[in-house]
């Protein structure tokens, strides 16, 4: 079904740009501007300052007075601050950005509205990255597994009615598998759109390395709990354990490795309860998109 307000340019939706900061004001204020200049309307920019930091407050006040601000007095996350945030937005869409990244065009946020105006049953849009680490992919929009959360608009509707928030056991990572996986299994794809840019720093200011390593890996293993058909968690909990192995020992974080596997035990039973498997069909799906190129859907589907 198309969604609301989309087919007509007088009455178009409203886009709310959430935000999720911690320990990084240089780097958020960059983002905020790119935000300001977009332009779209109507839209919204919430920033939500996850720990107590009041530089960074009144740094955002003084320079952006009609950005909306969220704070929390400790860090509880990124998963768990961005359902805060999102709950708090007003908009039709949701656009996420992470507070090291920024827009490249000022008209970033309209081009991402006309991708589910070409195509209503898209669940997700994600951007095109580029920087230290990150190479834009040339060659047109293609259809994606995975977006990465800081650079995705998606319909409200994703979080209040398909399928709900990011679980708020994800400190940090996994989200993205969570709703990707979910919203393939809907027949809602992701697509990412080749000419909207995003720049990120991927700066790792304020984030202590053991304790990103941490939470992404247990987040990891509790997605894997959640959505993993029954028949693959077995392999993929023996698969994960010895590549994540690995890679701890390269990091000298052996002990970190077994902190995160010990916290997604005593987690286990909640992420059980939130288990929503996806289907056999999906899992080929994703197989199949993981190896890239996929800019026609009806070679998804079966024959």
């Not at 959430?18 to 790119?34: I, P």
């Not at 720049?199 to 709990?225: K, N, V």
């Not at 970190?256 to 005593?266: E, F, L």
Request: hydrophobic letters at 40%; one cysteine or more; charged letters at 20%.
């Amino acid at each position: 079904m198309p969604l609301p307000g989309l087919s007509q340019a007088a009455d178009r939706p409203l886009v709310s740009i959430v935000c999720v900061t911690h320990g990084r004001r240089a780097h958020v204020l960059r983002c905020l501007e790119s935000c300001v200049r977009q332009d779209y309307a109507p839209l919204e920019i919430i920033v939500f300052v996850n720990g107590s930091d009041l530089e960074t407050e009144r740094a955002i006040a003084s320079s952006f007075p009609n950005v909306r601000r969220l704070t929390a007095q400790r860090n509880v996350g990124f998963f768990p601050a961005l359902n805060l945030a999102i709950a708090d937005a007003r908009g039709e869409f949701i656009m996420t950005v992470d507070d090291d990244a920024w827009f490249m065009s000022p008209d970033a946020i309209g081009r991402l509205v006309a991708a589910f105006e070409r195509e209503p049953g898209l669940g997700a849009v994600t951007c095109n990255l580029e920087g230290p680490s990150e190479r834009p992919v040339e060659g047109g929009d293609r259809y994606v597994h995975l977006f990465t959360t800081g650079f995705t608009m998606m319909p409200r509707r994703v979080f209040t009615e398909w399928i709900g928030y990011y679980p708020d056991l994800f400190f940090r990572s996994a989200g993205e598998t969570f709703m990707c996986t979910a919203l393939w299994d809907q027949d809602r794809p992701v697509k990412r759109v080749h000419n909207v840019r995003m720049f990120h720093a991927r700066t790792m200011d304020a984030r202590p390395t053991a304790e990103w390593y941490y939470h992404g890996l247990r987040s990891q293993i509790l997605c894997g709990l959640m959505r993993d058909p029954w028949y693959l968690v077995p392999a993929g909990l023996v698969s994960k354990a010895s590549r994540s192995f690995v890679h701890g020992a390269r990091l000298g974080m052996l002990s970190t490795w077994c902190r995160a596997w010990a916290g997604a035990a005593r987690h286990t039973p909640a992420a059980l309860r939130l288990r929503r498997p996806i289907s056999w069909k999906t899992q080929r799906r994703l197989w199949r998109l993981r190896g890239g190129g996929i800019t026609d859907l009806s070679v998804l589907r079966p024959h």
